[in-house]
């Protein structure tokens, strides 16, 4: 288990396998081209689309611990009351299918930058637990990834410490550039 913050390695990355990373990326081009072929021949592409966003917020939300299915989203919004905590976690899903929408548009005609980070976290941050703890803004306290109250000594994952983090992030960003 770690007993320190992760240091992430300086970009690029200098021991990358790009062999490996280029027939990678061949299948991934081919694969996405047929995609883009099979949405181009639709009508309306957002309806094929729409079920594969809802999943991806539903699986990427749960690393934050959100406890709501597809199914679940899907019934809040025809109408279907829940719970405070489940309405939380579902808001939390719908936010993430916001910040992704946004996101995607968002890329189209700008780079992916600090300040378009920025306003991802705004929109996956409102109305939902965390509201209070400055929206588009990065970290200024260590945090740690581990079970439910766990103290850091027995985390399983401990990102970079808060004085280092913009240094990681400006490195990063320019990387993208």
């Keep these: 288990m770690p007993a320190k913050p992760y240091q992430p390695d300086p970009l690029p990355i200098e021991t990358l396998d790009k062999d490996v990373l280029f027939s990678a990326v061949g299948e991934a081009n081919a694969a996405l081209a047929r995609y883009d072929g099979l949405l181009m021949a639709m009508v309306n592409p957002a309806v094929m689309l729409s079920p594969l966003t809802n999943q991806e917020a539903v699986l ?3 690393i934050e611990g959100t406890q709501a299915t597809v199914e679940e989203v899907l019934e809040h919004e025809a109408g279907q009351e829940y719970g405070e905590d489940k309405k939380q976690d579902i808001q939390e899903i719908i936010n993430y299918r916001r910040a992704l929408h946004l996101a995607t ?73």
């Excluded at 588009?136 to 850091?152: H, L, Y």
């Design 60 to 62: 990427s939300s749960r």
């Design 105 to 177: 548009e968002s890329v189209t005609d700008r780079p992916i930058s600090l300040g378009l980070i920025r306003e991802l976290h705004k929109v996956l941050m409102d109305s939902v637990r965390g509201q209070d703890k400055e929206p588009g803004e990065f970290r200024k306290d260590q945090n740690w990834i581990g079970a439910p109250g766990c103290p850091i000594e027995q985390a399983t994952f401990i990102p970079p410490g808060p004085l280092q983090l913009m240094d990681h992030m400006h490195n990063w960003e320019s990387y993208l550039s």
